[in-house]
Nanobody, 128 residues
Framework: QRQLVESGGGAVQPGGSLRLSCAAS????????IGWFRQAPGKEREGVSC????????FYTDSVKGRFTISRDNAKNTIYLEMNGLNPEDTAVYYC?????????????????????WGQGAQVTVSS
């Protein structure tokens, strides 16, 4: 069964850190453009960060630049989102996604093209 399975969400105080993981099974992530999205209550899904299948290029939405880092470990067939300096505005359900082949990272995060796979979502709550 081809799927993405997320882990690592939780509750943290402002200024804290979390790392989300997204493990793929049934397909090889190295050949996929990857992305992390989030959806807060009452808001549309937003592309947070996306990574290229071709090189190390990445896109970050302005609100997370300098705080979040997307990465992948091809040996583990897993992608990560390292989140530092979290604030209450980062509270949302976070989803990983993957699309086969090389997609421009901005287009991936804008969902210009449909993703092939989505994770189940991980709740991140930032509050004091």
């Amino acid at each position: 069964q081809r799927q993405l399975v997320e882990s690592g969400g939780g509750a943290v105080q402002p200024g804290g850190s979390l790392r989300l993981s997204c493990a793929a099974s049934g397909f090889t992530l190295a050949y996929y453009t990857i992305g992390w999205f989030r959806q807060a209550p009452g808001k549309e899904r937003e592309g947070v960060s996306c990574g290229s299948a071709a090189d190390e290029s990445a896109f970050y939405t302005d609100s997370v630049k300098g705080r979040f880092t997307i990465s992948r470990d091809n040996a583990k067939n897993t992608i990560y989102l390292e989140m530092n300096g979290l604030n209450p505005e980062d509270t949302a359900v976070y989803y990983c996604a993957a699309r086969a082949g090389v997609t421009p990272v901005q287009d991936m995060c804008r969902l210009t093209y449909a993703a092939d796979f989505w994770g189940q979502g991980a709740q991140v709550t930032v509050s004091s």
